[in-house]
């Protein structure tokens, strides 16, 4: 089994977290996980090739961003809060605070 790179708490670097989530796919797969708790990774439903997600997740991963948990032929992700929380505190709160508003606010404009 291929072991899954995940930096350890203390190796979490803010510019690689604000780099894997200055996507917006990336962001909304964080956002939607957030909401969700864990989730596999067929689970997101987003318009990109299969292959384009499973970068998007893996420069999540590798950020330390979330966690890839292997069970079977299944990969589960989960949101890496706690040690996001403890690294940058309040940092992710904040981004998706400010996603979700920006969200609200496209819903709104758009015309029905």
Known sequence: MKVLYHPDRDEIQL???????????????????????????NYFEVPIAKSTLSHHIRTLREAGVVFTRIQGTQRFMSVREEDLALRFPGLL???????????????SARPE
Do not use: H
Request: glycine letters at 4%.
């Open 93 to 107: 709160d904040s981004i998706l605070r400010a996603y979700e508003q920006t969200e609200r606010t496209k819903e």
């Open 15 to 41: 510019s690689s977290v604000l780099y894997a989530l200055s996507d917006p796919i990336r962001l909304s797969v964080v956002a939607e996980m957030r909401r969700g708790g864990e989730q596999p990774c």
